[in-house]
């Protein structure tokens, strides 16, 4: 059983950062690929970046692509999302996933794990 613990988020204008973090419980963390997804209200769930189990191989949306990076610490058994250049329309509740085997996936039934969330809102 792995457990993701979020931190990060927040409010901030547009053109401003905010780093996510996503601290995972467990010997295994180094196995699993990791994914960032979120979600605004009344929308679904979407995809916004991915990373293999070695930080080797990085996927993002093309949303986000160029703003944001995902990178992984699997000495302190930690991903996080690195977003620059915030619009309004990045807000969203942001969670972070794990999945157990293979390659990173843009789906998000394909993760078997999930953070509890934490809320981005850029302001105009």
Known sequence: QVQLVQSG???????????LSCAASGRTFSRYAMGW????PG???EFV???SWNGGRT??????KGRFTISRD???????????SLKPEDTANYYCAGKMAGEPALA???YD?????TQVTVSS
Do not use: C, H
């Not at 988020?9 to 780093?19: D, E, K, P, T």
């Not at 997804?37 to 605004?40: C, E």
């Not at 996927?59 to 986000?64: F, I, K, L, R, T």
């Open 113 to 117: 794990y999930w953070g509890q969330g």
């Open 59 to 64: 996927y993002y949306a093309d949303s986000v």
């Open 37 to 40: 997804f979120r979600q605004a």
């Open 49 to 51: 970046a991915a990373i």
């Open 74 to 84: 699997n000495a302190k058994n930690t991903v996080y999302l690195q977003m620059n």
């Open 43 to 45: 929308k679904e769930r």
């Open 9 to 19: 988020g927040g409010l901030v204008q547009a053109g401003g950062s905010l780093r």
């Open 108 to 110: 998000a039934p394909e």
